[in-house]
């Protein structure tokens, strides 16, 4: 059932994402900002239930491979989406995990109410603009 819930979860965190990168300016700040709306909005439209997922994803190895192959492909995204502003050899995979670790945090954050929605929006696009500033 968990894995059920993340599935749903992560289908429509992918829709949203793919279709506002399609719509998106061609610029870092815009493909930035598109990753962390989407990510942010799509966390704060589950509520509540998605960090009790992912917290109890985490519990089971099982479980917690099915997360495991959701996060990868999100970053794998992000790689692809960021990579013409990178630099060479590219976005490292620490900095990628760092930036979906932030992503999650400041999503719940949000959720909980600590943050404010743009608050957590526009700490994602910071992150993710340093994170390809430091790749060049």
């Not at 099915?66 to 970053?75: D, G, P």
């Not at 979906?100 to 910071?126: K, M």
């Amino acid at each position: 059932l968990l894995a059920a819930l993340y599935q749903d979860f992560d289908v429509r965190q992918t829709a949203l994402i793919d279709a506002a990168i399609a719509g998106s300016k061609p610029t870092l700040k815009d493909k930035a900002r598109v990753i962390a709306s989407s990510y942010v909005e799509c966390v704060l439209t589950q509520g509540r239930e998605i960090p009790g997922v992912l917290a109890a994803l985490g519990g089971s190895p099982e479980l917690a491979a099915v997360k495991r192959q959701y996060q990868q492909t999100f970053i794998e995204k992000c790689q692809k989406v960021l990579a013409p502003f990178a630099g060479q050899p590219g976005i490292s995979l620490a900095s990628l995990w760092a930036m979906l670790g932030a992503a999650d945090a400041l999503s719940h954050a949000a959720v909980t109410g600590d943050i404010s929605e743009e608050q957590a929006r526009d700490e994602l696009v910071e992150t993710i603009l340093a994170m390809v500033r430091r790749s060049k």
